[in-house]
């Protein structure tokens, strides 16, 4: 069985993301590979806020108010399902660029680097 070669890509769905893909083009790439195309919803933790309000109970400061609002939102379906399009919309691009190529579209929530990175790990256990 010949061994194919296996890309990562993290995608985000910007003019340079698309453009990088479309150079893949002249990258001297191999006709037939596998391909990862990893979309991620960069999800926000809040942290506990240092203030203290009158009588010593904690409040949150506006930016904590913020984080606070981007968790609610990251855990709701919505992102996740718009993250997902951008992944496949991605393989769609990659995919006339190289119809031989076996590509998947993923999604994750988190830190971008991070997601990234445990995919890559991922991926070199599988093989």
């Known amino acids: ?5 296996m890309l990562l890509i993290g ?3 910007s003019q340079s993301a698309n453009a990088a893909l ?9 006709r037939e590979a596998q391909a990862i195309i990893l ?4 999800q926000w933790l809040s942290h506990a806020s240092g203030s203290l309000a009158p009588h010593g109970v904690p409040h949150q400061s506006t930016s904590a108010s913020i984080l606070a609002n981007r968790v609610s939102v990251a855990t709701s379906a ?17 995919q006339a660029l190289f119809p031989s190529w076996d ?7 988190g ?10 790990d991922d991926c070199i256990l599988r093989v």
């Open 1 to 5: 069985m010949k061994e194919q070669m």
């Open 11 to 13: 995608y985000d769905g």
């Open 22 to 30: 479309d150079d893949l083009r002249r990258a001297g790439l191999p």
């Open 39 to 42: 979309t991620v919803f960069e």
């Open 78 to 94: 919505a992102p996740v399902t718009e993250t997902r399009a951008l992944a496949l919309q991605a393989k769609t691009r990659l």
């Open 103 to 109: 590509i998947k579209a993923e999604e994750s929530s």
């Open 111 to 120: 830190s971008p680097a991070s997601e990234i990175l445990k995919k890559a």
